[in-house]
């Protein structure tokens, strides 16, 4: 099975614009996970989405916001870009078994100037 | 705030040894708990899973967990270079509805000396 893609690998913004990341889960997997990395904060949850719906949602300003398509794709879009919103973004899937576990794809870079 | 501990390192462990990783976490809720291995520039790689109390082996990893302690612990046995990375603990807490957010601890940096 192929892995969790990410779309694009990097970015280069600058403060006040907009951005929007790609992630297509696992085939299979209906369960999608948002996470941001930063050096100081480590690994941080934003929001997960399941069957087109989010699910839970992590302690982040509303600018951030994401949404999941009918084939399990997802989308996060951040606006209003901060220089602090520079971070490694990840995704991770995960399929509806009991006992889960979330895999990540290759993540994001998105440098904000 | 639902946290998870880890000690930042870096941890030095030559060539062969056992590394030993360390866990604790504040949500006595919590059901599952992950290992994943980060190499500098890329993203987590599961490592291991563990639900019960008690010890689970997967090859040269062991990981440990006491409920009661609220402690996590992952056992690297004849470290080589290749496991030089960042280990990262995580922790499903009991959010109710979904079993899918995490919480990460920082991470401990292990070196392993040739």
Redesign the interface.
């Given at each position: 099975k192929a892995g969790v893609t990410q779309t694009p690998r990097y970015l280069i913004k600058t403060r006040g614009q907009q951005v929007t990341l790609s992630c297509s889960p696992i085939s299979g997997h209906r369960s999608v996970s948002w996470y941001q990395q930063t050096p100081g904060q480590g690994l941080q949850f934003l929001f997960e989405y399941f069957s087109e719906t989010q699910r839970n949602k992590g302690n982040f300003p509303g600018r951030f916001s994401g949404r999941q398509f009918s084939n399990s794709r997802s989308e996060m879009n951040v606006s209003t870009l901060e220089l602090g919103d520079s971070a490694l973004y990840l995704c991770a899937s995960s399929s509806m078994t009991s006992t889960d576990t979330q895999y990540f794809g290759p993540g994001t870079r998105l440098t904000v100037l | 705030q639902k946290e998870v501990e880890q000690n930042s390192g870096p941890l030095s462990v030559p060539e062969g040894a056992i590394a030993s990783l360390n866990c604790t976490y504040s949500d006595r809720g919590s059901q599952?708990f992950?290992w994943?291995r980060q190499y500098s520039g890329?993203?987590?790689?599961?490592i291991m899973?563990i639900?019960s109390n008690g010890d689970k082996e997967d090859g040269r990893f062991t990981a440990q967990l006491n409920k009661a302690s609220q402690y996590v612990s992952l056992l690297i046995r004849d470290s080589q270079p290749s496991d030089s990375a960042t280990y990262?603990c995580?922790v499903n807490p009991n959010?109710g509805?979904?079993?899918?957010?995490?919480?990460?601890?920082?991470?401990t940096l292990l070196t392993v000396n040739p």
């Open positions: - | 599952s992950f994943y890329k993203s987590p790689e599961l899973s639900y990262l995580a959010s509805g979904s079993n899918y957010k995490l919480t990460f601890g920082k991470g």
